[in-house]
């Protein structure tokens, strides 16, 4: 086996996982963020400063950010739509900017009401006023789209690197609707290289078995969300986020390091379960990793 001695995880679930859920209050999604912190993750998406009229789950960023405050190792993340959205970021000390892109033209409009063009013309925006904050250009439907069907791996490539050029620190490709494949992930990685984030989703079964193509790729970095909660709001059929209990899990039995306890992140995935009031996908979520030696 061919796999990094260690991965960086990205959990989103307090952004990622919540942004479909019913809306939770500040204080509930602070006791999330803390059982996260208590399981040893280091790297949080802890909000989205969107308008609370599109996304009601996400009001109240600011003061999630606050609540929170700034443990120390601890990288804050937020997800921001526009110019505006940053503004509000910076000014509440967020760590590091996210931001979304679509390599398909009628995910973005639908997502962001904008051309792919102006979306680059925004991050660009938004890296120049972030400074010393970086940013991490999230790129959506990379592996296929639910409305163009596949789109080539070369044009992937490009994107990423019109997004480093506009200033990103950091280029992510997310499989929004579960349309990769360790095939499909294998074909864009040989041209994007394997400094890049993934966001996978569950929505076909495949997750799991991609985290696990990534990182013998030579990818280390992953976005996951306690629970397996998440999806886009803005693509049907849109299944939830690759659970960080299981790449846990998986990553434990193989001796790569993650950081991150298994048993103290079983119980956030259980207490997300309490909180948004019904079963959470997660299969370790419930059945327990087969190994609790690390």
Do not use: W
């Amino acid at each position: 086996m061919n796999l990094p001695p260690q991965i960086t995880i990205r959990e989103v679930g307090a952004r990622d996982g919540l942004q479909a859920e019913a809306p939770l209050s500040v204080d509930q999604r602070l006791e999330l963020l803390d059982a996260l912190l208590i399981a040893g993750v280091t790297h949080l998406e802890v909000a989205a400063f969107v308008s609370p009229k599109a996304v009601p789950a996400m009001a109240d960023a600011t003061a999630v950010v606050e609540g929170l405050g700034a443990p120390e190792g601890v990288v804050r993340a937020a997800l921001v739509p526009n110019l505006r959205g940053a503004e509000l970021a910076l000014a509440a000390g967020i760590d590091e900017v996210t931001v979304t892109i679509s390599a398909s033209a009628i995910y973005n409009d639908r997502n962001v009401h904008m051309t792919i063009d102006e979306s680059v013309e925004s991050i660009a925006a938004i890296c120049a006023l972030a400074g010393a904050v970086p940013v991490d250009a999230v790129i959506s439907c990379a592996f296929g789209s639910p409305y163009e069907g596949d789109i080539s791996p070369a044009g992937i490539a490009l994107l990423a690197e019109r997004l480093r050029a506009s200033g990103a620190a950091a280029v992510t490709l997310a499989d929004t609707t579960g349309m990769a494949t360790p095939r499909r992930l294998a074909d864009v990685l040989a041209l994007t290289g394997s400094a890049v984030g993934l966001h996978l989703h569950e929505t076909r079964g495949t997750g799991l078995l991609n985290v696990y193509a990534g990182m013998q790729a030579g990818v280390t970095r992953f976005d996951t969300s306690v629970g397996g909660l998440g999806g886009s709001p803005f693509a049907a059929g849109a299944a939830g986020n690759v659970a960080t209990e299981e790449v846990v899990a998986l990553c434990d039995d193989l001796g790569v390091h993650t950081g991150i306890g298994i048993d103290a992140l079983i119980e956030a995935a259980l207490l997300v379960e309490q909180l948004v009031g019904h079963p959470v996908p997660s299969r370790v979520a419930h059945a327990g990793p087969r190994s609790r030696r690390a």
